[in-house]
Every structure is written in C-alpha cells, then in structure tokens.
C-alpha cells in the first residue's frame, strides 16, 4: 500500500487492511475468529421487516470477512459498526419514502377527487401522471440526500468518539474548542488548571470532571479512556440506582494490576462481542416467548373448546330427540322391511358420529403442533442459545483467566521474587489462589451487569412505542415498586453488609485453618514424637478451628436464607402484581395481544431491574466491595515490597574478572534480636574460612548481610528484624555470590534434574539430556550419594522420574549433598564467594571429610565462608597429647585457612 495513503489513515486514525506478515497483537486465543463469528452472527439474526434470506446472508458474511482480515489493533471496531448501520439502508430509505408519500397523500387528496370528477382521458390527467413520477423521482432523491446525510452524521460522530485524536475529529476542531470556551466562561470554573477550567454540555447532569478534559488526556497514547469516561459519571441520581461507583472501583483495581491500555483494549473487545452476541440472543428469545406464549394461550383454549363441543353435542341430541318423538308417530305404520332398512341406516349414522367426534378431539390440533415445535422453533433456539452463548462465554473466560494469571502468576513473580516472599510472608492468611479468586469475583459480578442488560436490550427496545401511547402506565405503577423495593432494599442490605463480614472472617479462619493443617500432617510423625500430650493438644486446635469455622457458616446461611425468601416473596407477589396489572391495562386498550403477555412482562420486569440495578445487585456488589478491599490490601503489600531492603556495597576492581580481590568490611554495625555484633575491619582474601560462635550470635545474619549487597547479581533483602546500625564500608570482591542455606526447598511433583537444572529436562533432545544427567549423576556417586534407589533402578533413571516430594525420602546427608552440587560442582569454576550455612553438620565423617577435600580443590581462588560447629580442639605438639585450648575455635583438619570468631558483638 502507498505510504501517502498509510500516512492519511495514520493521521485519521483508521486501521488499513494489511496482507504483509505482520498482523495485529493478538489479545486472546482467536479473537479476530470470535469478533467475526459474533457480528455475523448479530447481523443474520437482527433483521428488518420484508428482509430477504440472501441480504441477511451476504452482510452477515461480509461484516464476519472485515472483522476477521481487517488489521484494526482491536480498537477500530467503530468501523465495523458503521458497515452494519449501513446495511439497513434499505430499511430507512422505505421508511422515509413511505412517511413523504404518506405527507403528499393526505395533502393532494382534495386535489386528486377534484380532478376524478372532471372525467377521464383529459390532458389535465395526463399531466397529473407526469407530475405523480416527477414527484416520486424528486421524492426518492430528497430521501436518499437525507439518509446520506443521516449516514454521515452517525459515522462521524461514531468516529470522533471511538477517536477523540484523530486528525479529522470533530474534538479536533475550531468549532468544538469555540464551545468548550463558551461552556467554561457560562460554567463556574473549580480550579484555574485549563484542564479543569474547561466544562461540558453535560456538566448540568454530571458533577465531576469534564467531557473535556477526558477527550484531551485521551490524546496521549496511554490515555486511560475508560477510566476518564467513567470518572465523568458522578450523579447522584445515577449512583443511587446504578451501580456506577462500583463499577469505577471495580476498574480502578483491576487497572493497578494491569496496564491501564491494555486493560481498556480487552474490556472494549470483551464488551463488543458480549453486545453483540448477547442483544442478538435477546432478539432470538423474543420470537421463542411469543411462541411459547401462543402454545400456552392454545393450551388454556382447549378447556374453552372443550366446552363448546359439548354444548354442540348436548344441542345436537337435543334435536335428534325432538326429531326422534316425532318420527315414532309415523314408525308404527312403516312395513317391517323399513324398519329393518332405519335400522341399518341409524347404526351408519352413529359410526359416523363417532368419527365426527374423533376429529373433532379440540386436543388435536395442540398435539400434533408440538412436534413442529420442537424442532423447528425449541431445538434451533436451543443450538444458537448454546452455540453462540458458548463463544461469548469463551471471550469472558479468556479475559477473566487473563487477569488471574496476572494476579497469581506473573506479577506475582516480578521484582526478583520481592512481590512473592512479601506475599507468603505477610500477616493475612490468603494464598495467592485466595486472592485471585478475589480478582474473578470483581469480573464476575461487573461483567454479570453488563451481560444481563445486553440480553435485555431487545426487550426494553419494545417498551418505547408502548409508554409514547400510554405515558401514564408506568408513572402510575413505578413509584409502588420502587417503594417496595427500598423497604426490600434496606432489609437486604443490613443482612448483605453482615453476611459479608461473617464471610470474610470465615475466608480468612478457612485459609489458617488449611495452612495449619497441612503443616501439622507434614510433621505428623514430629507431633507424634513431641511429647505425650502433643497429639491432644493438635486434635484441640483442630477442634476449635473447625467449630468456629461451622458456627460462623450457620450464622451466614441462615441468613443468606432469609434475605432469598424475603426478596422472592417482593419480586413475585409484589412486584409482579404490579406488573401484571400493567399488562391487564395494555390488553384492554388492545396494544398488546394475548401472544405478547410473557414478552411485555419480562419487558417491564427488565425495566424496572433497570432502574433498580444497584439494589437488585446489593449483596454481588457487597462481596465484590469485600474482594476489592483484599486486592487493595494485596497491591500494598506489592507496592512496600518495591521498597528493597538491601546494604550498600561497593565492587572493587571489575568485580567477576579479579577474583584475587578479597572482601573488606570497615565500621559495620549490625543487631538482630539479641544479637549485636560490631565488625571494626576486616579483610577476606582467598580461602576458606571457619564462621564459628554461639548460637544466636549473629553469624546467619552476616551471611544475610552479604547476600543483601546491592552489588550481587541477585540480590537478597534482608529480614526486617535487621537493624543496620552503621553501614560503614563493605567493599565486595564480585557479583557472583551464592549461599547455601540451612534449610532446603524442593519443589513437590519434579523430576529431580529438572529443579537442579532449573529447565524440563524431557523436553531436551536426547544428546543434551544425557549429557545433562549423565554429569548430574557423575557428581552425585563422586559425593557417595547413593549408588541404586530402593526401587533397585539406576541413578540416572531416578534422576529424570517425576517424584512427589523427593527430598522426603533423603537424608540430611544426601540432601546437603544435593545442593553442594546443584549449586557449586555443576558449575565450571566456583563461584566468586560461596557461603556454606552449616550445611556439613548432617554429614557423616567420611562424606564431610570427601566434600571438604573436593571443595578444597574446585574453590581454590574462592573466598569461602562456612558457619561450622565442632568440638574446639588442639593438638600440642611438642608433647604429642590433645588439650582443649580455651581461646581455639575450630581444628583446620587442613580444610580451614582461617577462622572468623563470633563473640560477645
């Protein structure tokens, strides 16, 4: 395509059919496809009156082809709706030729019967005739430049709200920003900031920010659209009946989670396909109530016909009786072959009224109609219903999922891990399961509103024409209902408001209660082992847990009973009393007939939930407000963990590439609990070096310390009970540090290679997996790690196994060897400064003696620190005897170069 013609839709902000390689991001698995499917299907199914099979076909098919091929970046679909208002162009061009021809008739009638009485054949007549085509011909122009003018109106209106930035938007133009400035000089100005100077037309409906100032911050690429058009709705009128406020919560939340342009792309695509899917079923329900309706109405007429047919029949043997007295007068003087002849004649006429009886059976009718029925209307309602309702509902699952993968997965995981530990470690007991059934409960219950008053579009549609004829109706039959539904709505909402803060404490005693739970099945046999009243003491809290837990959930249920009882009894015996004494008016003036009762019923009942939104909907938005309030309390928790705890440090030399540059620390004060410890200077060159003192000394926390070095390649915060008195000098040799804790984690339901390995180690080719494992196993046998499994496979074999908690079923020993190897001997060199936690306490001699030998040797230009406890012991030489030697902290065993003594800060 010519880059002039790219460049002028750029500018327009029209989306270009492209058939390069390139092609729109896609927002969800086949959404083009479900875009395509959904207007198609909305065009074939809403029709005009007269319109013909092939013109629904062809416009259905072509407005499915540009939702599919056109390369619109999911924003342009105001240009498929232009394309489907222009196919009722037929349509509007018979209504408006029918309303002037209806105009000039009844104007030129006078003239027309004057012109009759003058006879036939007249040259006056002949000009009528050309005068009559002269006229339709100017008719039929007038009303195609009007329906051009119509069209082109509605377009660029579409256009200038779907692209406020356009080049050739109206929000573009002189004119507009003439009448901003006169609205803003008519209108007081609440702050002298030009975007809060400017008001709108509407600013007498909607007191809050302006139409304006929402059109101009949607200039900017990442103008946050929808966010803008709601925040310009803030009547009080509005939020009392709509549920507006919840809905700008609702989106609030979600677009902390979520790009605000990315949000708005896929709600704007979601409701697209839910308008359009969910108006054309509500179009299709319709046609199926009046159906129904006409199936029921020939039920209920059967009893009348019924009825009559026996009357018929009562008023037939009545006569034939009559007939009969009469006609016996004159029997006695027949011969006895006539009366053997009647006879015959009377047991015909009697077979034939039996027969007359059976078709006349007024059921008849209503059974054979029900097989047509079936087939024809029930069964195609049936598949389109499920059908297309399966396509939107596909749409809905693609976006809600959308956003709990956001919540549970990746930005829980961002930040180097800081959103995840801040999550498991925080005081509330919600998993991230927990909260991201929260996010699902917010998108259910906003996109339950929108999706039920789209399905109701069509019938409220109906209702317009009705009230223009009879405009008091619903004045007359409205204030009751809402005032039955505000005494409804108070009870309701007392009883919601207490549900739902029994339901919050309920979740959160659930998710302690699980937690708990699971950690004492984990150390079962630990319980069993603790004391003689341990098991007791378990079963007790068990006990206590699940009581209050039961007792909490009576109380809600008995409840969320009572409010379901009281507002059915409402709805049904209340309101639609009143309905149905709308409809007995709208009979008896004959607007509606007997077929159209279930339809205008459900009308005016969508009407009133209409206008009742807000408390139809009072306990799904009491939960929603609940669940935003723990996604509020979640995005918090994020925001403190972008708040890094870590120590400043410096890198000597070029850090990785000088490893004979050692580690110094100069001035360092730190405290954790009781633990106070003061480092005046110290150096760390190459070696190893024992960390040795009491318990609770500090020595874990100087590891903490070196690992929260802002320097490292993967930093570690630092626990919050660290109190960095003075951060002093710490001078590090490398990025390249790696601590190996005291505890281990192993992921449950893992191959063991994969975690070693950090990858799926069945999804490599078969070369690099063998050699991945056959190293992993080389490395494991040299540390005596076990040669067979009890299962009597090989090591490489069970290496690639899917275990379901494998470090359950090793040692200590073998599980401290694991991770030496997975994070020291897997490596080619080792790394720049390793910090080994204790880790050889749980290993026999001899594989102590064999790890320390093989450390030895691969971390030779390493500065290696190992918090070690052992007997403090020292061989006195010139008598040959041990003595213990009060100021010793550790033997060397020829592993140590030097020791690094803990004591008293």
């Known amino acids: 395509m010519p880059e002039p013609v790219r460049a002028l839709a750029a500018a327009a902000g029209i989306g270009i059919i492209n058939h390069d390689a390139t092609t729109a991001p896609q927002l969800f698995p086949h959404d083009k496809l479900i875009v395509a499917m959904s207007i198609s299907f909305n065009r074939f199914t809403i029709k005009y009156p007269n319109e013909t099979l092939y013109s629904r076909f062809f416009w259905s098919m072509l407005l499915g082809y540009l939702a599919f091929v056109f390369n619109t970046s999911h924003d342009n679909y105001w240009i498929l709706m232009c394309v489907h208002l222009f196919s009722f162009h037929q349509f509007l061009f018979q209504l408006m030729m029918s309303g002037a021809s209806a105009s000039n008739n009844s104007g030129g009638s006078k003239e027309s019967e004057g012109k009759e009485s003058r006879g036939k054949g007249t040259k006056k007549e002949k000009n009528s005739k050309n005068n009559a085509k002269s006229s339709n011909i100017v008719q039929t122009l007038k009303a195609t430049t009007v329906l051009i003018a119509l069209y082109l109106v509605i377009f660029y209106t579409i256009y200038s709200i779907a692209r406020p930035q356009g080049v050739y938007s109206f929000t573009q133009t002189p004119f507009y920003e003439k009448v901003m400035l006169f609205m803003s000089s008519t209108a007081p100005s609440p ?190 309602y049936m598949l389109q219903i499920v059908g297309f309702g399966a396509v939107n509902m596909y749409a809905y699952h693609c976006f809600r999922d959308d956003i709990h993968r956001t919540i549970r997965l990746n930005d829980l995981f961002q930040n180097d891990g800081q959103r995840f530990v801040a999550t498991s470690t925080t005081t509330s007991s919600l998993s991230p399961g927990a909260y991201a059934q929260n996010a699902e409960t917010v998108v259910n219950t906003v996109y339950d509103i929108f999706n039920q008053n789209f399905f109701s579009l069509p019938k409220l549609m109906l209702l317009p024409q009705v009230i223009a004829k009879q405009p008091l109706l619903l004045v007359q039959i409205t204030p009751l209902i809402l005032l039955s539904d505000y005494v409804k709505s108070t009870i309701v909402s007392t009883i919601t408001t207490e549900t739902e803060r029994i339901s919050k404490e309920v979740k959160e005693k659930e998710a302690l209660r699980n937690r708990i739970e699971q950690y004492d099945i984990k150390n079962s046999e630990l319980i069993q082992r603790s004391g003689f009243d341990s098991i007791l003491f378990t079963e007790e809290r068990w006990i206590e847990l699940t009581e209050s837990i039961q007792e909490l959930k009576a109380t809600a249920s008995i409840m969320k009973r009572s409010k379901m009882y009281f507002a059915w009894i409402q709805r049904h015996f209340v309101m639609m009393a009143l309905v149905d004494c709308a409809l007995a008016k709208l009979i008896a003036v004959g607007k509606i007939g007997a077929s159209d009762i279930f339809v205008y019923a459900r009308a005016i009942e969508d009407f009133i939930g209409f206008i009742l939104m807000r408390s139809r909907a009072e306990s799904e938005l009491a939960s929603m407000s609940t669940s935003i309030e723990v996604l509020s309390d979640l995005k918090q928790i994020w925001d403190d963990s972008e708040q890094r705890h870590l120590l400043k440090c410096n890198l000597s030399g070029d850090g990785d590439e000088k490893e004979t540059e050692s580690i110094k620390m100069k001035d360092l004060s730190y405290s954790r609990g009781s633990a106070s410890v003061q480092i005046d200077d110290i150096e760390l060159s190459s070696g190893i070096y024992a960390v040795t003192g009491a318990n609770g000394s500090g020595k874990s926390t100087l590891f903490r310390l070196l690992t929260a070095c802002d320097t490292n390649r993967k930093s570690i915060d630092m626990d919050n009970s660290i109190i960095i008195k003075s951060a002093g000098t ?69 290496l690639i196994t899917v275990k379901d908690d494998w470090f359950a079923d090793l040692s200590g020993g073998q599980k401290s060897k694991v991770e030496l190897v997975r994070k020291v001997f897997l490596e080619d060199r080792c790394p720049n400064i390793l910090l080994i936690d204790e880790t050889f306490a749980p290993l026999d001699p001899d594989s102590k003696s064999l790890i320390m030998q093989k450390l030895k040797d691969f971390c030779s230009e390493s500065i290696v620190l190992v918090i070690y406890h052992a007997d403090v012991k020292d061989v006195d030489s010139t008598e040959g005897t041990e003595k213990v030697k009060e100021d010793a902290c550790v033997q060397s065993s020829n592993f140590f170069d030097a020791n690094l003594h803990v004591e008293n800060g």
């Open 191 to 380: 702050s002298s900031s030009p975007s809060l100077a400017s008001s709108t037309i509407l600013s007498s409906f909607f007191n809050s920010s302006s139409v304006k100032e929402f059109i101009t911050s949607s200039n900017d690429e990442n103008g946050n659209v929808l966010k803008k058009l709601l925040s310009t709705i803030n009547n009080n009128t509005l939020v009392s009946l709509l549920p507006i406020q919840e809905i700008k919560d609702a989106h609030n939340i979600l677009s902390r989670f979520m790009p605000q342009s990315i949000l708005d792309t896929k709600i704007f695509y979601l409701l697209f396909v839910t308008l359009y899917i969910q108006t054309a079923m509500g179009y299709l329900g319709i046609d199926f109530l009046r159906n129904e309706q006409n199936r029921k109405n020939a039920l209920i007429k059967i009893e009348d016909e019924a009825k009559k047919l026996k009357e018929e029949e009562a008023n037939e043997e009545e006569q034939e009786a009559k007939s009969n007295s009469t006609s016996n007068k004159q029997i006695g003087k027949n011969s006895k072959d006539q009366t053997k002849t009647k006879g015959k004649k009377h047991e015909q006429t009697k077979s034939l009224d039996s027969k007359a009886n059976k078709e006349k059976d007024p059921s008849k009718k209503f059974r054979q109609s029900a097989g047509k029925f079936i087939f024809c209307v029930a069964t195609p």
């Open 730 to 798: 710490v001078m590090m040799s490398s990025q390249n540090v790696v601590e190996i804790a005291q505890n281990f984690y192993w992921p449950l339901n893992t191959a063991p290679a994969d975690w070693i390995y950090y990858t799926n180690i069945n999804q490599l080719s078969k070369e690099d997996r063998d050699k991945k494992v056959s190293k992993l196993s080389t490395e494991l046998k040299a540390l005596k790690f076990y040669p067979e499994t009890e299962s009597g496979s090989d090591l490489a074999t069970d």
